[in-house]
């Protein structure tokens, strides 16, 4: 029996994913209709995952190159020679291959995405960071009733849960001299894994959000500009580690504070 349990962070996140049975579903359900906070932190995932949805369909609709057909893969490997395509593969540039194949069959999108990665770098380095701070600066950036999950008070808690989650010591640069108080953070998903979000407001209201997290490719990447609608942000990496700045104000004023944030956090401007 699921009832009583305690609805978790992995709860909503399964929710979002259709991966629940039925009677948790129902059950988060009824708590999202009790916590409208919540759901429409929700409902900014599922924005989320129906954005990158849409951003991949291209790719998942192509169909298998011949050479990677899994059913021949596997067949040419068994042979005693193996075909002239496998002979060309490095050993685990064959696994890739098939793996890749496997998952474009089971998968579509998600395996269209795995299968053209090489294509599809520049969405996983600097420039992704952006997208990434606009969309949570959508959901979280007009919430007046929980915009951070934990506030400004408790910032050790969330520089020591944001810390172990992204597996590396992170700290919260102080902006107060530049007229933007710190008003806490919390942590949010993106399709590269956990990042750190950590939210600024001045006294007119205008939010900005820094987001951080791990880097799989351009590990060291000078400060660029960007600009999504209304939002734009300032981003660049330093040691494996990205960082962006967003908000709804031009990169000008955004691009002192960037400077201001590289500065406190130990990088070199």
């Given at each position: 029996?699921?009832?009583?349990?305690?609805?978790?962070?992995?709860?909503?996140?399964?929710?979002?994913?259709?991966?629940?049975?039925?009677?948790?579903?129902?059950?988060?359900?009824?708590?999202?209709?009790?916590?409208?906070?919540?759901?429409?932190?929700?409902?900014?995932?599922?924005?989320?995952?129906?954005?990158?949805?849409e951003a991949l369909a291209p790719i998942a609709e192509e169909?298998?190159?011949?050479?990677?057909?899994?059913?021949?893969?596997?067949?040419?490997?068994?042979?005693?020679?193996?075909?002239?395509?496998?002979?060309?593969?490095?050993?685990?540039?064959?696994?890739?291959?098939?793996?890749?194949?496997?998952?474009?069959?089971?998968?579509?999108?998600?395996?269209?995405?795995?299968?053209?990665?090489?294509?599809?770098?520049?969405?996983?380095?600097?420039?992704?960071?952006?997208?990434?701070?606009?969309?949570?600066?959508?959901?979280?950036?007009?919430?007046?009733?929980?915009?951070?999950?934990?506030?400004?008070?408790?910032?050790?808690?969330?520089?020591?849960?944001?810390?172990?989650?992204?597996?590396?010591?992170?700290?919260?640069?102080?902006?107060?001299?530049?007229?933007?108080?710190?008003?806490?953070?919390?942590?949010?998903?993106?399709?590269?894994?956990?990042?750190?979000?950590?939210?600024?407001?001045?006294?007119?209201?205008?939010?900005?959000?820094?987001?951080?997290?791990?880097?799989?490719?351009?590990?060291?990447?000078?400060?660029?500009?960007?600009?999504?609608?209304?939002?734009?942000?300032?981003?660049?990496?330093?040691?494996?580690?990205?960082?962006?700045?967003?908000?709804?104000?031009?990169?000008?004023?955004?691009?002192?504070?960037?400077?201001?944030i590289r500065k406190q956090v130990g990088t070199e401007i």
């Open positions: 029996m699921s009832e009583g349990r305690p609805i978790t962070e992995d709860d909503l996140h399964a929710y979002v994913d259709g991966a629940l049975e039925a009677a948790r579903r129902t059950e988060i359900e009824d708590y999202l209709q009790r916590h409208p906070e919540v759901a429409q932190r929700i409902r900014g995932y599922a924005a989320q995952r129906d954005h990158l949805r169909p298998i190159p011949a050479e990677l057909n899994l059913a021949k893969l596997i067949e040419a490997q068994r042979r005693p020679h193996g075909s002239s395509t496998l002979r060309t593969l490095h050993p685990s540039q064959w696994w890739l291959a098939a793996a890749a194949a496997l998952i474009l069959g089971l998968g579509g999108g998600a395996g269209g995405w795995f299968l053209r990665g090489a294509s599809l770098a520049p969405r996983a380095g600097v420039a992704s960071l952006v997208q990434e701070a606009a969309d949570s600066y959508e959901v979280y950036g007009p919430d007046h009733v929980r915009p951070v999950e934990l506030r400004a008070a408790d910032t050790a808690q969330l520089v020591g849960w944001v810390s172990q989650r992204l597996q590396h010591p992170i700290a919260v640069p102080d902006l107060a001299a530049s007229g933007y108080r710190f008003m806490g953070g919390r942590l949010v998903p993106t399709p590269h894994g956990p990042a750190g979000l950590f939210m600024y407001d001045d006294d007119r209201g205008t939010r900005l959000v820094m987001l951080v997290r791990p880097m799989t490719i351009e590990q060291n990447a000078p400060m660029s500009q960007h600009a999504r609608g209304s939002v734009s942000g300032i981003a660049w990496s330093n040691k494996g580690i990205g960082y962006t700045l967003v908000g709804p104000t031009s990169p000008e004023i955004l691009h002192p504070l960037a400077n201001e």
